[in-house]
């Protein structure tokens, strides 16, 4: 019943910053907690962060955690990563997911994006 489609991704030093948006369409997902997953290359999907259905309470991941920040515009049906001070290490797939009840796990999260390349380069 909701798709959604990440984008923002793409190519960056080390030190620098980005930009992720995650758009819903189909219905609105102003109930669902929201979270940012990744997937390095040759790696399993792992949790970055989540964000509750009102925006009041957000958990990272100890990796991210400082230099990133989630966020939503409920209004917009959109949600957003921010991260700063870039490592190589951060480079994967980055996935954004709904899901009723809020967990670090991906199986707790029933819609998933298709996913946008985050590359960070030495």
Same mark, same amino acid.
């Given at each position: 019943?909701? =798709?959604?489609?990440? &984008?923002?991704?793409?190519?960056?030093?080390?030190?620098? *910053?980005? /930009?992720?948006?995650?758009?819903? !369409?189909?219905? !609105?997902?102003? &109930?669902? #907690?929201?979270?940012?997953?990744?997937?390095?290359?040759?790696?399993?999907?792992?949790?970055?962060?989540? +964000?509750? &259905?009102? %925006?009041?309470? #957000?958990?990272?991941?100890? !990796?991210?955690?400082?230099?990133?920040? +989630? /966020?939503?515009?409920?209004?917009?049906? #959109?949600?957003?990563?921010?991260?700063?001070?870039?490592?190589?290490?951060? /480079?994967?797939?980055?996935?954004?997911?709904?899901? +009723? +009840?809020? *967990?670090?796990? &991906?199986?707790?999260?029933?819609?998933? %994006? =298709? %996913?946008? =390349?985050? #590359?960070? *380069?030495?």
């Amino acid at each position: 019943q909701v =798709q959604l489609v990440e &984008s923002g991704g793409g190519l960056v030093q080390t030190g620098g *910053s980005l /930009s992720l948006s995650c758009a819903a !369409s189909g219905r !609105s997902v102003s &109930s669902y #907690t929201m979270g940012w997953f990744r997937q390095p290359p040759g790696k399993e999907r792992e949790f970055v962060a989540r +964000i509750t &259905s009102s %925006g009041a309470g #957000t958990v990272y991941a100890d !990796s991210v955690k400082g230099r990133s920040t +989630i /966020s939503r515009d409920n209004a917009k049906n #959109t949600v957003y990563l921010q991260m700063n001070s870039l490592k190589v290490e951060d /480079s994967g797939v980055y996935y954004c997911a709904g899901g +009723i +009840i809020g *967990s670090r796990s &991906s199986a707790a999260y029933d819609y998933w %994006g =298709q %996913g946008t =390349q985050v #590359t960070v *380069s030495s």
